[in-house]
């Protein structure tokens, strides 16, 4: 028996009945999970639904998810409406955007190049309106928070998940390489970051508009994390001329609104730079969620996420003792850890 499920339903349900007199039974449909301790379900009535939120309160910020939410749908974001809370608890009603997020409908049989741009331009002007928001009440993405990020690629990637046992030399040529992403990630305009923006956390409602989920653990950080989450997307491959096109699209407009001052090459070291940093993170992250928390589904994604490692760190000639073990140490270890998962 599901004790927080049912509570749940009998919360959002009594709180819809106060606010429309819709008498509806408390039947709660999952609609997921994610990374987080969250869960997400639908409630239905006639031609209405609902989301309703089981985030305990032991485990998840819900005041803060509340606040973001608040500021930035009241400023024209489109993130769904927070009807209800009780922090107590830990549930909340929200608006519901239906079920089309905007990862399968780029790879659907219909989906083709115009569609894909179409709907990354989509995004990337919804992008531009969370970073024209202040971001001076949130908490700075400061050079502590980067290398904490970037540490748990060799802490739960290369020595947990691969058991690669790193040499003190090893650790001191990651760290080296650490500090300089950290450093070029510092010197960009500092703006509201989502902090996960991809193709997973975007849906598109029912006007076919792009809508924002998961943003509660926004900062203020480097204008180019979010961009380089979206078009260097973990989950997906895009061909390097179509991120090059949003790139500069997102770079053209964000010059246009005084974002950006720099020029083309400037902003794309910042990308490049930022997108090592971000995936770094990430691929350290996957072996957390599959070693600590039981979630291997996401170990599938770890090799696109160090091909993007090994690929753009090839372009730096600041990174080439990084680049150097990527290819003689770290990407046969990876590829090694692949095999045995193919054959167990």
Request: charge should be negative; aromatic fraction near 12%.
């Amino acid at each position: 028996m599901d004790q927080r499920r049912d509570a749940l339903a009998h919360w959002a349900t009594a709180i819809i009945r106060q606010q429309t007199g819709f008498e509806i039974p408390a039947e709660l449909e999952m609609v997921s999970g994610d990374a987080s301790f969250r869960r997400y379900f639908r409630l239905r009535w006639l031609d209405h639904s609902w989301i309703a939120v089981d985030a305990p309160a032991d485990k998840e910020d819900n005041p803060r998810f509340v606040r973001i939410a608040e500021d930035w749908f009241k400023r024209g974001v489109h993130v769904p409406k927070v009807i209800a809370h009780d922090f107590v608890q830990g549930f909340m009603l929200l608006q519901d955007f239906g079920d089309q997020i905007l990862w399968p409908v780029l790879h659907s049989e219909e989906a083709n190049r115009t569609s894909v741009l179409h709907h990354y331009q989509q995004a990337i002007d919804e992008l531009l309106r969370i970073q024209a928001l202040s971001c001076t009440q949130l908490p700075p993405y400061d050079n502590a928070l980067l290398l904490q990020e970037m540490a748990l690629f060799p802490d739960w990637l290369c020595d947990q998940q691969l058991a690669m046992a790193l040499t003190a030399d090893e650790r001191k040529l990651l760290d080296d390489a650490f500090a300089y992403l950290a450093e070029l990630a510092l010197a960009q305009p500092i703006v509201t970051v989502h902090r996960d923006y991809h193709s997973r956390n975007l849906m598109l409602d029912s006007d076919q508009r792009i809508a924002v989920i998961d943003f509660q653990d926004a900062v203020a950080g480097p204008a180019t994390y979010d961009l380089v989450s979206l078009l260097r997307d973990c989950y997906v491959r895009w061909p390097a001329e179509w991120v090059d096109e949003l790139a500069s699209y997102y770079w053209q407009h964000a010059r246009r609104l005084g974002i950006w001052h720099s020029d083309w090459s400037d902003f794309r070291q910042a990308f490049d730079a930022m997108g090592l940093q971000r995936h770094l993170k990430a691929a350290g992250i996957f072996a957390r969620l599959n070693l600590r928390d039981g979630k291997n589904g996401y170990l599938a994604s770890i090799p696109n996420t160090c091909q993007y490692l090994l690929d753009v760190s090839a372009h730096d000639p600041h990174l080439v003792p990084f680049h150097q073990w990527l290819v003689m140490r770290f990407m046969p270890a990876l590829e090694q850890f692949e095999l045995g998962c193919s054959e167990s």
